[in-house]
């Protein structure tokens, strides 16, 4: 059905979308003169021709509060009604048609769809947007569209959120008619690359090409607006097909609903009907299927879907469609809020009624809460400050006590939920605050067994161990991010340090001891503790290590001696290699305190009591 109002808009809005869309040729002919292709359009903006700026839930533009300050307009004129568009828009269509327009180019008054800038869309305001473009595709408007949600910049630097991005093109030609982007990091970057994309007359094609300033703090090396023109290349192309949220239900009537996605992910919530059968498995599960059954594929944002597309139609299958934008486009159209039903409780023996007390008293102060609620500001900590922070104040409070945090960190919409889950704390709320969130989270204490169920289900402990071989400033920063971020989501960590990297745990300032002249050597030629430590890439004589410690504590990242402190404290295992220690002249009294020492079976325990392990 709709197009226009169909971005997935799940962070806040910025700013006004321009959409444009294009008719099918008209039955007159254009004015001789312009080359092939030449197509006559109208354009608009919504603030001069909608009016209706006080109806159906509309929230007040910076426009409008302009154009009511005595002096501002020479007339007193305002947009409050102009040419009552919003009321009159069929009229509006139905002119265009008669006078031949081909294209419409027509923006979306963002205070319309989400009154408060932020948050909870206006459903009046996006019907508003469905009732339009219905009328215009009536009238004999043919587009396309896609919907991505990549990171605003590289994934494992620090500060970046989920970016949604909708874009409008030609079904025939590719070119690029509109698009949308919602979100918090590098929004604006990428409307001004659609936007020029727009009035150059550039393609979908041209989208996948285009080159685009990359650095891990503004933008990845597959940039979204690349992403936006994959997708929409391979539905240009055929090589894939593309069923939409707001189609639902009929998109699905008669088909076969296929979840890719991972059972825990389908376990938090599904489609109504699904079936979940993995990515990794749909090969040998299609085997017996159908050829000719309809399939309906989704995952969380359509990349895994698409890989699974692929499979099957390679397989034969003859009617397969993936989800546009994937549950994330999905349950932001449906307005889906997510699956916080409690478990049904077990069936208790009456022999257990001591047990069951026991539990109905925890089970209350997780439902109902204590009372206690603690307040914790960690606005300006970057990534993983935040949940370390909230993992030390979590520890000093009882079952059913809760934590109002505040971080400025927009990564925290998805860290503070996996950290909660993790940790068996239930999130209450998690809305947006500034660039970043103030989430509540209740403690949920340890697991109380009934009958052999467990009404608090506390997280499993899982380790993770890792061999520090590198001695560059940047890798050690980067494996103690890791590890403190292991620690606070309630993992056992252990580094076993060896060759260079037992440069990170030397005294600046050891004890003085006899040593050989080949020992005094290697000493004076390596790095003394953290502090001396340089950046593998860029260290342009010492200059650009500089430089990254300032930016590093302008951002609110921990130093490495911080970052190592702090990882001792948690209750990392700090390892160091004997036989390295031995090889480079290093004794115990030249470490910091804290360390173990150990050798190659020390780590190999450690490895096999581990979920993952790292080489860093």
């Not at 809005?13 to 292709?37: C, E, K, L």
């Not at 349950?331 to 257990?352: C, M, N």
Request: aromatic share 8%; glycine share 10%.
């Amino acid at each position: 059905m709709t197009g226009a109002a169909a971005a997935a808009l799940a962070a806040t809005a910025y700013g006004t979308a321009h959409t444009t869309v294009r008719t099918s040729p008209p039955t007159r002919r254009a004015a001789t003169g312009f080359p092939d292709g030449f197509r006559w359009g109208t354009a608009t903006s919504s603030y001069q021709v909608e009016g209706a700026t006080q109806v159906d839930g509309r929230g007040p533009s910076i426009w409008d509060t302009f154009a009511r300050e005595p002096g501002r307009i020479r007339d007193g004129s305002s947009g409050e009604t102009s040419v009552d568009h919003y009321h009159r828009y069929k009229e509006d269509v139905a002119l265009m048609k008669w006078m031949g327009a081909q294209t419409y180019r027509f923006s979306i008054a963002w205070p319309r769809v989400f009154p408060d800038g932020r948050g909870k869309a206006n459903p009046k305001g996006f019907d508003f947007y469905d009732r339009l473009v219905d009328e215009l595709l009536a009238a004999g408007i043919d587009y396309r569209a896609v919907h991505v949600h990549p990171s605003g910049h590289a994934g494992y630097y620090p500060g970046t959120a989920m970016m949604h991005m909708k874009l409008l093109f030609a079904p025939e030609t590719g070119r690029i008619l509109g698009g949308q982007v919602a979100g918090f990091d590098g929004v604006d970057k990428r409307l001004d690359v659609l936007a020029t994309a727009l009035r150059a007359e550039l393609t979908v094609n041209d989208l996948e090409e285009l080159e685009l300033a990359y650095a891990p703090p503004f933008g990845a090396a597959k940039d979204p607006v690349n992403m936006a023109g994959f997708v929409a290349s391979n539905v240009l192309l055929g090589d894939l097909v593309l069923w939409y949220a707001q189609d639902y239900p009929h998109a699905i009537d008669g088909a076969r609903i296929i979840d890719v996605r991972t059972p825990e992910e389908f376990s938090v919530w599904h489609l109504p009907g699904a079936e979940n059968v993995p990515l990794g498995t749909i090969r040998d599960a299609s085997e017996p299927w159908n050829r000719d059954e309809p399939l309906r594929l989704y995952c969380s944002v359509g990349f895994r879907s698409y890989l699974a597309y692929r499979a099957l139609v390679q397989r034969g299958f003859t009617d397969v469609a993936t989800l546009s934008g994937g549950s994330e486009t999905f349950r932001a159209w449906h307005e889906l809020a997510p699956d916080t039903a409690e478990p049904t409780p077990s069936v208790t023996a009456y022999a257990e009624a001591a047990d069951v007390l026991e539990a109905a008293a925890h089970r209350s102060l997780i439902m109902v809460g204590s009372g206690v609620s603690v307040d914790l500001d960690c606005s300006g900590l970057a990534c993983p400050g935040p949940i370390m922070k909230l993992a030390d104040t979590m520890n000093g409070l009882g079952v059913g006590d809760e934590v109002v945090v505040h971080v400025s960190d927009p990564g925290f919409a998805l860290d503070g939920p996996a950290w909660a889950k993790r940790n068996g704390h239930e999130l209450l709320s998690l809305v947006p605050e500034g660039p970043g969130y103030v989430a509540t989270i209740r403690k949920s204490g340890s697991q109380v067994q009934v009958a052999g169920s467990a009404v608090a289900v506390a997280a499993a402990s899982p380790k993770l161990s890792f061999v520090v071989f590198d001695g560059d400033l940047d890798k050690l920063i980067a494996a103690f991010i890791i590890a403190n971020g292991a620690l606070a989501m309630g993992e056992e960590v252990s580094m076993f340090f060896t060759f260079w990297g037992l440069n990170a745990l030397r005294r600046s300032d050891p004890p003085k001891r006899k040593r050989s002249a080949l020992d005094a050597m290697f000493g004076a030629m390596m790095p003394r503790g953290a502090d001396k430590l340089t950046l593998s890439q860029m260290n342009m004589m010492g200059a650009g290590t500089a430089m990254i410690k300032g930016v590093m504590k302008q951002n609110g990242v921990h130093s490495l001696p911080e970052l190592i402190a702090s990882a001792q404290a948690g209750g990392a295992r700090i390892i160091g290699c004997t036989m390295t220690m031995d090889l480079l002249g290093i004794a115990e009294s030249d470490l910091i305190d804290g360390v173990e020492l150990g050798g190659v079976a020390t780590f190999l325990g450690e490895a096999a009591e581990s979920t993952t392990t790292l080489f860093i």
